[in-house]
Structures are given as structure tokens and as C-alpha cells.
């Protein structure tokens, strides 16, 4: 696969491997047995946590590539202070690593809108988890992005390898604390690749940062200490992220509520659900800048109904993972709605420089804890019609596994809330009628799309759907 040899020895030696800025020329030379990372295209063969069935109905095709390089380790440089300001210096000599990339993106190059998400994939359950691509999967298909997944720690590469002994023999990440370089080689060189994927009128190539959960925390790090030697990324997304940053020694928590810098360069989505506000408080207090925009959507769990079965869909077979009988229904308001709002709001800041509206946060007690009406749903923050409207709670916190006691199990329903059926009384004293039940869920609606947190296709796709629905009234 073709990319500029001299540039990337110049800003990938010197920048990654040595701490000098990418833009400075080399003052050392490079050892010679370090040469750049490189892509290769894996054999033909079904990849692990492949979604080619189902990308097939939306003209999507998956492919997967082989990562290969020369990976530092980092220590910091002087004081991590909160202002995000933080300095690295080499820990070690680059350690060689192989990793893969799993790619998705539009079969007709004439799709591609130029926009690639690359995620840091989540291996919190031991095993590659796309929650990103999860949540923002029906906007990136109907808008023609591209997505690539990036395996960049140690516990993917033991779960690849258990799923495919053969396919995965060769790939290593020594330690991961070389993750962050293996994600900023991984964006230099997508950028240069999908500038393959399009037609020749296509806009320029962007590359957003996505992660998900553990992965968003990776990426806090990565803003304030790499981002700015690199500028690998035109714009991050962050996405159920605790306020902490992950250490680059020894992956340890000990940055909490970090700013970020503010003289990064790209913008800043970050998207909490009520799960993450409420269990982590200063979440709240990040402020919106000229470079960050912080959304809390009230009612969400950090790991709904839609993401346990999207997360079954694609590796039940290959981990034998069961199906999670929980003590109540998971939680099943349609969070990813307002992703679908984020994302295209991050698109289009790093376009044209619109900067995305700013939103309210939920609101709290005298002592901190999120406010409820008296139907259970909190209030404030961006609020999805389901909670202006309601016909059921959305529960954060009261709900555990019934039919096992494994990480797995634990963590799909704990992290995935529940949701209570509101009573029958209380359905026929609020709505009087389908219609009175329809009129006000389209209120909320309206009030969502005007301000730029609703889709218009996802707003009119929520009312067809509920003007489906049984009566609400009985």
C-alpha cells in the first residue's frame, strides 16, 4: 500500500519514537532496524468481530488490515497538571508490535463523504468492543463514512488470538502502555489509505477519534500528550467517559478531572449518559469552550438494550457469550439518537467551523445527586421525547444478572439500567387519547430537532414509529 517513505520517517521516527515535533527534522538518526509502520492486508478469511453480514444490506463492505511497526512507551515530563498541558519523554527502546484494523466503509467509492471515525476499540470485557460504532452506526451509514476499528491494547490481541489462533499467530503488543503510539501511527497511515476510497471530487480526508467508555479515558491522554505532536486526528469524540485520564506508565488512574489543553487544534465532542453523570459528578462541570461541546443525555445507561444485543450479534459464536437474563427489562431509550446528532454536529465543525449548540446539564440537588420527577426520569440535560413523553422509568443503577455471576453477564445488566413499565392509571390520567399521547410526544420532538440535538430523519423516522404503537390509553 502506497505512503510517503521520507514523511513518515521524518514525523513518525522523530515525532513518535524520539519526542520531537512532527514538524522539526530529525537532529538523531533513527536505529537502524526501526523502520516505518506499515499496512497489509490480511489473507481472505472472516475477521473477529466481523458485522460483514450485516453490512452487506447497506451496501457497507468490511475489510481487515494488519498494523505493523515500532511502538515507544512514554513516561511524563514534568507536572501532569489539570490544565492538560503534559509533556512526555521516551521510557525504553520502540518495542515491535502487530496489531489489525478492522475496516467498514461504503462499497461505491461515490459514497465515501470523507469522513473516517477511527475507534479505539473498548477491551474492558476482554474482547474488542465497537461501541462507538454501535451508537453512531445508522448515521454514518446513511451519510457514507468509514469506519476503522483499531485493536491498540494487549488484552484485544490474547482475545484475537483465542477466537483465531491461526489468523492472529503473529500479532503482539508487547505492553500497553504502547497503545497510544500504535493509535497515533494507526491515524497517520488511515489517512493517507483513504484517500484511496473515494471519487476524485470527494472532500478532503478527516479523521475523527472515537472511544467508547475505558477507550474515551485512553483518549484524554491521548489529546493532551500526543495529539499535539502529531495532529494525527481533526476531531475527537468521546463517548461514556469517567473524568479521569489513564497514566502512560503503567495504565493506572490518577489524573482525575483533567481539562483539556486548550491549545489543541481539534474539537471536542463528548456525549455522557445519566449512568456515567451520576456515578462521577465533576463530568458536569466540564465546560463547553471554543473546543469542546459536552452533552449529558438524561435517562441513558452507559450500556443499553441496543448495545448488549448489537455486542451478541457480533460475537456470541466466536466467545460463547449467553444472553443476560437480568432482574428487569435493560434500559431501552434510544440513546443513539442523540449520538446520531453529535456526530454530525462534529462533522460539521471540523468542515466548516460551526460550532454544535450547547446543552443543558440535569439537573441536581443541594447535595449533588440528579434530580427525578416524580415518575422516576431525571431532569434536565438533553432529553429524548421517551422522558417529555413518558410511558415508562428509566432506571440507572437497580439492576443485576439472574443467570450468572460472570464479568459479562454482571456488566450487561448492571451498566445496562432498566426500564419500568409506568402503570396503567397513570398512562390514562396523562394521555387521554392516542392522539394527546402523539401531540405530545411530537412536541418534545419539534423542540429536539429545532435545536439541533434530533436528526431531521431520525425525527420523523421516531414519530412514524410511534404512531404505531398500540394505544398508550387504555
Not at 513518535?16 to 492486508?41: F, N, Q, V, W, Y
Not at 492472529?168 to 476510497?197: C, N, V
Not at 450479534?313 to 453529535?342: F, M, S, V
Amino acid at each position: 500500500m502506497p505512503y510517503n517513505t521520507s514523511a513518515l520517517l521524518r514525523g513518525l521516527l522523530c515525532g513518535l519514537l524520539m519526542g520531537l515535533a512532527l514538524t522539526t527534522a530529525c537532529h538523531a538518526r533513527a536505529p537502524l532496524d526501526i523502520k516505518p509502520p506499515k499496512l497489509s492486508e490480511f489473507p481472505a478469511g472472516s475477521p473477529a468481530t466481523s458485522r460483514q453480514s450485516a453490512l452487506n444490506a447497506v451496501a457497507y463492505t468490511e475489510q481487515e488490515w494488519r498494523l505493523q511497526g515500532h511502538a515507544q512507551a512514554y513516561s511524563t515530563d514534568g507536572d501532569w497538571g489539570d490544565d492538560g498541558h503534559w509533556q512526555l519523554k521516551p521510557r525504553g527502546v520502540p518495542e515491535p508490535y502487530e496489531t489489525r484494523l478492522l475496516m467498514r466503509r461504503p462499497t461505491s467509492p461515490a459514497r465515501f463523504n470523507g469522513i473516517v471515525v477511527v475507534e479505539w476499540l473498548n477491551s474492558s470485557l476482554g474482547f474488542d468492543i465497537d461501541g462507538g460504532w454501535m451508537i453512531a452506526r445508522d448515521e454514518m451509514v446513511r451519510e457514507g463514512y468509514a469506519w476503522v476499528g483499531v485493536s491498540a491494547e494487549t488484552p484485544s490481541i490474547a482475545a484475537l488470538q483465542q477466537i483465531n489462533p491461526l489468523r492472529y499467530a503473529h500479532a503482539k503488543i508487547t505492553d500497553s502502555d504502547l497503545s497510544f503510539d500504535i493509535f497515533d501511527h494507526a491515524g497517520l497511515l488511515i489517512r493517507q489509505e483513504a484517500a484511496q476510497w473515494g471519487t476524485a471530487d470527494t472532500q478532503p480526508i478527516r479523521l475523527l477519534a472515537m472511544g467508547y467508555s475505558k477507550s474515551a479515558s485512553f483518549l484524554f491522554t491521548f489529546m493532551n500528550a500526543f495529539q499535539p505532536r502529531s495532529q494525527a486526528y481533526d476531531g475527537f469524540y468521546l463517548r461514556g467517559a469517567t473524568p479521569a485520564a489513564i497514566q502512560v506508565n503503567g495504565w493506572h488512574i490518577n489524573i482525575v478531572a483533567p481539562h483539556i489543553r486548550s491549545d489543541l487544534k481539534a474539537p471536542v465532542m463528548q456525549v455522557q449518559t445519566e449512568m456515567e453523570v451520576a456515578v462521577s459528578w465533576p463530568l458536569s462541570k466540564t465546560p463547553d469552550t471554543d473546543k469542546l461541546r459536552y452533552w449529558e443525555i438524561a435517562g441513558a445507561t452507559h450500556f443499553d438494550q441496543a448495545m448488549r444485543n448489537e455486542t451478541l450479534a457480533a460475537n456470541q459464536d466466536e466467545l460463547q457469550l449467553t444472553t443476560p437474563r437480568c432482574l428487569k427489562p435493560a434500559n431501552n431509550l434510544p440513546a443513539h439518537l442523540i449520538d446520531h446528532a453529535a456526530l454530525h454536529a462534529l462533522r460539521n465543525w471540523v468542515t466548516t467551523g460551526t460550532t454544535p449548540p450547547k446543552a443543558p446539564r440535569l439537573q441536581r440537588s443541594s447535595w449533588g445527586f440528579v434530580q427525578d420527577d416524580d415518575q422516576g426520569n431525571a431532569l434536565g440535560g438533553l432529553r429524548l421525547p421517551e422522558l417529555d413523553a413518558p410511558v415508562s422509568r428509566y432506571g440507572m443503577f437497580n439492576n443485576a444478572p439472574t443467570n450468572s455471576l460472570g464479568m459479562w453477564a454482571g456488566f450487561a445488566c448492571i451498566a445496562g439500567g432498566s426500564t419500568t413499565p409506568l402503570s396503567a392509571d397513570y398512562l390514562r390520567a396523562r394521555y387521554p387519547s392516542d392522539q394527546a399521547y402523539l401531540e405530545t410526544y411530537k412536541q418534545a420532538a419539534d423542540k429536539l430537532l429545532s435545536k439541533g440535538f434530533l436528526r431531521p430523519i431520525d425525527h420523523a423516522q421516531q414519530l412514524r414509529l410511534i404512531s404505531r404503537r398500540q394505544t398508550t390509553a387504555p
